[in-house]
């Protein structure tokens, strides 16, 4: 790889440890991908943030970055394994919290915006069409490439970090034009008009193409909510980390040949699929993480009612502050459903408390049956509030 000036200090250890070692880990990557340069990035977003992800080893290595790692750009981090501060509410132990508490810190010495969400486009970390990143999260990825015209690959939570700290990333897959066309026309012609739809979308497609690019035809609008649930599902089911979805995505691309198409009993078999549970003890609404609007349709919804069963609404802190300012939050926990801001229902250490999750986020219900062993209820928010209130 070609390095510049700077870049070799970075590499020879004269910015430091942490740059060190994050240069070694940006080179290395660099290599295997067969990047002929590093190019610079404007914004990082970081996962891996929870304790239950990270443990011990992982929480010594941030520890040991922090000693003098300081990031260079905008930093933001992917949920946490829990609220960072209505932990208790939510049912977390003490041990795994003074853990948590101290992740977030080695974060915070090293300069990072310790917001923890998988919608950092929401709160602020969002910088303009065609700028170079390195985000994570996989839905967030998907959202800035095709959503955002933004340029990352899906990095690691130590390749995220090590970009933090150098404002580096290598040239090489989504960071190269080439890499960013469609491999396969989608048509799709079925009714697309709520969350559900668009997870169920995602789903579909996902299951069909794999990694492939698509260029999706046949979707008239798409609100930025319906976006955010498609990215999350169409990178769960299939792995991309790009679509283009014609008249809606910024993105310019050529039109491939080979084509498939989506039909209406696929979307209805893909939400029987992601239904396999009878009633729901467990609702949990954010995933990805609210917007304002969703977080005012709760509000709307829950007012005047009382959930009968532990519901978690999942956002960004910076949103949940403007639902108090607005008074959507006191409506929503008058009802008795608790914010879980930092953190969501995945990545929370929940496993063993319930047994069936109900949610209008097909991701969900992947990592829910995955990685936490529930069964799973795919109903859109209006649904989800009518069973968890009846
Ligand atoms: Fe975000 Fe958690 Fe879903 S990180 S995309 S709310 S699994």
């Known amino acids: 790889m070609q390095l510049t000036k700077e870049e070799k200090e970075m590499l020879a250890g004269k910015h430091g440890r942490a740059v060190k070692s994050s240069m070694d880990i940006l080179v290395s990557l660099g290599e295997i991908f067969g990047a002929k340069r590093l190019i610079d990035v404007s914004s990082v977003q970081i996962a891996g943030v929870s304790y239950d992800n990270l443990g011990e080893s992982g929480l010594n290595y941030l520890s040991d970055l922090a000693k003098d790692g300081r990031v260079r750009v905008l930093t933001t981090l992917n949920p946490a394994g829990m609220d960072m501060e209505n932990w208790k509410r939510l049912g977390i132990s003490p041990e795994f919290a003074e853990k948590q508490i101290r992740v977030i810190e080695a974060f915070k010495r090293m300069g990072v915006v310790t917001t923890c969400t998988c919608t950092p486009y929401f709160i602020g970390n969002v910088p303009h069409f065609g700028e170079h990143v390195a985000w994570s999260e996989s839905s967030a990825v998907c959202y800035a490439n095709s959503v955002l015209g933004l340029k990352t690959n899906r990095e690691g939570g130590p390749s995220a970090l090590a970009s933090a700290l150098t404002g580096k990333t290598p040239e090489s897959g989504l960071h190269l034009d080439r890499n960013r066309q469609a491999e396969m026309v989608v048509n799709v012609a079925a009714r697309m008009e709520d969350v559900t739809d668009f ?98 349709e709760v509000a709307r919804l829950l007012s005047g009612k009382k959930v009968k069963k532990e519901m978690w609404i999942c956002v960004a802190r910076p949103i949940k502050r403007i639902a108090d300012q607005i008074g959507y939050s006191k409506a929503i926990e008058d009802a008795g459903a608790k914010f879980a801001c930092d953190t969501c229902m995945v990545v929370a250490p929940v496993r063993g408390r319930f047994k069936c999750l109900g949610t209008d986020s097909a991701k969900g219900c992947f990592y829910a049956r995955g990685r936490h062993s529930f069964r799973t209820r795919f109903r859109n928010i209006r649904e989800l509030i009518e069973e968890a209130t009846r």
């Not at 979308?201 to 609008?221: C, D, F, R």
């Not at 014609?246 to 040949?257: M, Q």
């Not at 084509?259 to 954010?286: N, P, Y």
């Open 199 to 296: 997870g169920a979308l995602g789903y579909v497609i996902g299951k069909k193409i794999g990694k492939k690019i698509p260029l999706i035809k046949g979707v008239e609008k798409a609100s930025i909510e319906q976006l955010k649930s498609f990215c999350a599902s169409i990178a769960t089911y299939g792995g991309t980390a790009l679509f283009h979805m014609e008249g809606i995505t910024p993105d310019r691309t050529r039109v491939p040949k080979q084509r498939v198409g989506v039909t209406q009993k696929e979307i209805d078999a893909a939400k029987k699929d992601l239904t396999d549970g009878e009633e729901a003890d467990f609702f949990a609404i954010g995933c990805p993480h609210l917007s304002i609007r969703e977080v005012e």
